[in-house]
């Protein structure tokens, strides 16, 4: 099978003109950094909590999953390696926007509105504190960089980017998704502070979501009952590893393995979410 891209986490292969296997590697990246120790399980744990996700939200969106089942893979991927972190998908259009919804005020939002009273060009209310709610959730996006940062652009520059009318309809399925996410995780505990989202075009022209949904690598989850207003809050998912990084000095740079008890508490906040979010044990 021909590989046709190699990210972060994830690795792409082309099984046809109309499908692709994306698998889920155990790499951890932070401060776009690939780390040289890998959290072990933790690809299976996102493809997986992705796959709920993805089913979840079905009634909004079509997605790109065609099966997680191995049995359904290429016998290449039917292996005990491609085992539970592979999914088989339709190929899309991707569109080049990173998709991000922000439901609390924090990280570079946060910083941001210190600085201005605005997040992507989107002007809050006076007052807000640190991780607090908004008033409603809102759309900031950013461009799809093949390296280094992706940058914050506005809703106008989405607009030129790739159209008014497909602009305004990736706006309102993102909020919606978003809603309805996280209306369930609150019932489960859980505060999803904001997220983002990837979304392609099929041969019909159809707006389909892919890539992954909701994992601890793409969102921000807080427990509810340790959030409070007006600091930065635990979560479940990789701040954890980045908070340590910045209070050790941590050179991702240099090659140094992280910690044997860093390297389990990480992976044990991805089970911990699994389990919250899909009801059972990983």
């Keep these: 099978m021909k590989k046709i891209s190699s990210g972060k986490v994830r690795e792409i292969y082309e099984v046809d003109d109309d499908k692709l296997l994306l698998v889920v590697s155990d790499r951890i990246s932070a401060f776009d950094f690939i780390l040289p120790s890998p959290i072990p399980d933790k690809g299976k744990i996102l493809n997986q909590i992705s796959a709920f996700w993805f089913d979840f939200i079905k009634d909004i969106i079509p997605n790109h999953v065609i099966s997680t089942n191995s049995k359904d893979f290429p016998e290449e991927f039917q292996t005990e390696e491609f085992e539970g972190r592979s999914m088989l998908v339709k190929k899309l259009k991707m569109i080049p926007v990173e998709c991000i919804v922000r439901g609390y005020i924090t990280g570079s939002g946060w910083k941001s509105y210190q600085e201005n009273g605005t997040v992507c060009g989107i002007t809050l209310p006076e007052g807000l504190q640190e991780s607090e709610k908004l008033p409603e959730p809102i759309f900031t996006p950013t461009t799809k960089a093949a390296e280094g940062h992706d940058e914050n652009i506005s809703f106008e520059e989405v607009c030129q980017l ?121």
Excluded at 183 to 210: M, P, Q, R, S
Aim: hydrophobic share 35%.
């Design 162 to 282: 790739i159209g008014e009318d497909l602009a305004k309809e990736l706006r309102a399925k993102t909020i919606e998704i978003y809603s309805k996410c996280a209306a369930y995780a609150a019932t489960k505990g859980v505060i999803i502070a904001d997220t983002k989202f990837e979304f392609g075009v099929d041969e019909n022209g159809t707006l389909v979501i892919g890539d992954e949904v909701l994992t601890p690598d793409s969102s921000r989850f807080w427990p509810a009952d340790d959030y409070e207003v007006g600091r930065g809050q635990k979560s479940f998912d990789k701040q954890y590893l980045r908070d340590w990084m910045k209070s050790t000095g941590y050179d991702p740079e240099a090659g140094i393995p992280i910690p044997d008890e860093v390297i389990t508490t990480t992976v044990n906040k991805y089970k911990e979410a699994y389990k919250i979010l899909t009801g059972k044990d990983f």
